[in-house]
T-cell receptor, first 116, second 114 residues
Framework: AQKVTQAQTEISVVEKEDVTLDCVYETRDTTYYLFWYKQPPSGELVFLIRRNSFDEQNEISGRYSWNFQKSTSSFNFTITASQVVDSAVYFCALSEWGGATNKLIFGTGTLLAVQP | DGGITQSPKYLFRKEGQNVTLSCEQNLNHDAMYWYRQDPGQGLRLIYYSQIVNDFQKGDIAEGYSVSREKKESFPLTVTSAQKNPTAFYLC?????????????FGPGTRLTVL
């Protein structure tokens, strides 16, 4: 069965600390997509990254980086030198090719609080 | 600017009343979605539509209804049959509705049943 687990419910860090948000997924498909979304206090989800199952290359975008490991079914997200503006709920999500539709299966989210 | 608008931002409803949430997009996307978010939970899919005049139930469609008469509009009606309607509702769209397409989200509507 498909499932996304974000075991960290809340994380609190002090500004400039590095922080890693964990995401573990379950799927029977060999073709799938993984996503990270950010939900600031305003409520709107903001797309951060998409990764397909055939591309395990890690990605860096400014202070953000993602580590995709199929061997452990994980797609972790690291923020380097965190800032107060990074405070938000972060969701990891899965979309399966075998699902025939672009349905996103979300984890329960991780609330990140960055203290000044 | 292209994007998704949802209205109203906050909505209060008395028990037993139907209420309709609006979702409009000007991204020229084929596919649109409705998700529900409860505190401390991820988003769950209510309904989706990959093309005008066609829509499919998601995981939690009971007590909800939708229509897709125009490409840019996908209103959601929360009926009195929905047992726990108080939640945050998010509308999304994607270009073609294909697996892996990025979904763009609106600002959401917070519904409270009094």
């Amino acid at each position: 069965a498909q499932k996304v687990t974000q075991a960290q419910t809340e994380i609190s860090v002090v500004e400039k600390e590095d922080v890693t948000l964990d995401c573990v997924y379950e799927t029977r498909d060999t073709t799938y997509y993984l996503f990270w979304y950010k939900q600031p206090p305003s409520g709107e989800l903001v797309f951060l990254i998409r990764r397909n199952s055939f591309d395990e290359q890690n990605e860096i975008s400014g202070r953000y980086s993602w580590n995709f490991q199929k061997s452990t079914s994980s797609f972790n997200f690291t923020i380097t030198a965190s800032q107060v503006v990074d405070s938000a709920v972060y969701f990891c999500a899965l979309s399966e090719w075998g699902g025939a539709t672009n349905k996103l299966i979300f984890g329960t989210g991780t609330l990140l609080a960055v203290q000044p | 600017d292209g994007g998704i608008t949802q209205s109203p931002k906050y909505l209060f409803r008395k028990e037993g009343q139907n209420v309709t949430l609006s979702c409009e997009q000007n991204l020229n996307h084929d596919a649109m979605y409705w998700y529900r978010q409860d505190p401390g939970q991820g988003l769950r899919l209510i309904y989706y539509s990959q093309i005008v005049n066609d829509f499919q139930k998601g995981d939690i469609a009971e007590g909800y209804s939708v229509s897709r008469e125009k490409k840019e509009s996908f209103p959601l009606t929360v009926t009195s049959a929905q047992k726990n309607p108080t939640a945050f509702y998010l509308c999304a769209s994607s270009n073609r509705g294909l697996v892996g397409d990025e979904q763009f989200f609106g600002p959401g509507t917070r519904l409270t049943v009094l």
